[in-house]
Every structure is written in C-alpha cells, then in structure tokens.
C-alpha cells in the first residue's frame, strides 16, 4: 500500500518556466510534509516543509500548496533553473506516532533546459 | 557545524556476507534515523534510534539490525546478505521531538 502517491515520474521544463509537482496521500494522521530534492549521488537535502494548519508556504522561488480536504500537496518551483535538474521526492510523517518516521513518495525526476 | 557523515561510501559485499555500515549525526541532533533507497525509489524506513534503543522498525527482516552510541553515532549491520540488499543506504539525524530530518550522503552498498 503506497501512503504518499507523487506525479509525474519526470518532468522537462524550459528555463524560467514554472515546475510543479503533486502529491497526495492516504493517512490522515499525516501532519508534517517535507520536501526533498537530490542530486545523483547525493543524500536527499531538506527543501521545504508544510504543516496541515496553513494552505501555502513560500521560500525563495519554492512554494508549497497544501490542500487539507483532498489531501493533496504540490511543489511549485518558479524561474525554473538548470541547476535546479534534480530528483525530488515529497515525504510525510505522523508527529504524533511512536516515532518520526518519513513516508517518501516514489520521486520526480525534473530536468530543467537551458 | 559538522552535517551527517556516513561510511565507507562504497561496498562491494558478495551474497551471505555481513556488513556495518556507520553514520556520526549532525551536531545536537540525539536521533537517527536509517533508509534504504533503492534505484529509482523513494527512501524507505529501516529503522530508527534515539536515547541508544530502537524506537520504530520498517518492513525489514531482522538480519537488519542496528545500534546508536553515546555520542549518538549509530550502526547499521545486515547479515547473510542479499543481491536486493544492494541499495544506497543513507542516515538522518534529527532534534528531539522534531519532524526535520537531515540526511547523509549514504554509502552505496552493491552485493554480488
């Protein structure tokens, strides 16, 4: 059972265009929702992150969309950049649980063309 | 501040061998936190650690085990293994209490 379901599988987009990434998941107990971006043979690097009690969270050229009803979250990368051309994953964890455990979605892989 | 550090960075194990792999965490962070991230997937949960005893386990069979030390560091050991335990192994480290976890680069284990 797949809990956090991310689309697309890859995405291709012009220099300065928008990026956008959605995910959705199952478990309402879900309470924080991280996003990750990772570079070929590299860890994954925190992004940005959201928590249910706010629609939208903005950091630099990243925006985060959350929409609690249809448990959906989606990554907006603005200005699109070569050097943004990367995998990103979107994660959730239930605070609340035993422990802080990341649930990942299966990844997008976003290539940015000069 | 010093980030999560992993080694080695590469393993070549062969089938039914064993392997340690280790993780030092981010200064002032006392939990870790090991993954499994296997080509072309999302990171899955092996396992986490915090105040030296496992506080939460993934879908792993038990020859995946782990220890956390003093200073926080940690080990991951996995026994008899696999070739679908090659993967890239990677550690987080996060604060008390706190959802933000940060990762390592992992160590790459390839099993023949």
């Known amino acids: 059972q797949q809990q956090v379901k991310q689309s697309p599988q890859s995405l291709i987009v012009q220099k300065g265009g928008i990026s956008i990434i959605n995910c959705a998941y199952e478990n309402t107990a879900f309470d924080y929702f991280p996003w990750y971006q990772q570079f070929p043979g590299k860890g994954p690097a925190l992004l940005i992150a959201?928590?249910?009690?706010?629609s939208e969270k903005k950091e630099g050229r990243f925006t985060i969309s959350f929409n609690k009803s249809a448990k959906q979250f989606s990554l907006h990368i603005m200005d699109s950049q070569p050097g943004d051309s990367a995998t990103y994953f979107c994660?959730?964890?239930?605070?609340?649980?035993?422990?802080?455990?990341?649930?990942f979605g299966k990844g997008t892989l976003l290539t940015v063309n000069p | 501040e010093t980030g999560v550090t992993q080694s080695p960075t590469h393993l070549i194990k062969t089938r039914g061998q064993q392997v340690t792999l280790r993780c030092s965490s981010q200064s002032g962070h006392n939990t870790v936190s090991w993954y499994q991230q296997a080509l072309g997937q999302g990171p899955q949960f092996i396992f986490q650690?915090?105040?030296?005893?496992?506080?939460g386990r993934g879908n792993f069979p038990p020859r995946f085990s782990g220890l956390q030390f003093p200073n926080y560091s940690s080990e991951l050991n996995v026994n008899a293994l696999e070739l679908d335990d090659s993967a890239l192994y990677l550690c987080a480290s996060s604060q008390p209490n706190r959802a933000e976890q940060y990762f390592g680069p992992g160590t790459r284990l390839t099993v023949t």
């Open positions: 650690y915090y105040r030296e005893e496992e506080n």
């Open positions: 959201i928590r249910p009690d706010v």
């Open positions: 994660a959730a964890i239930n605070s609340g649980g035993s422990n802080y455990k990341l649930t």
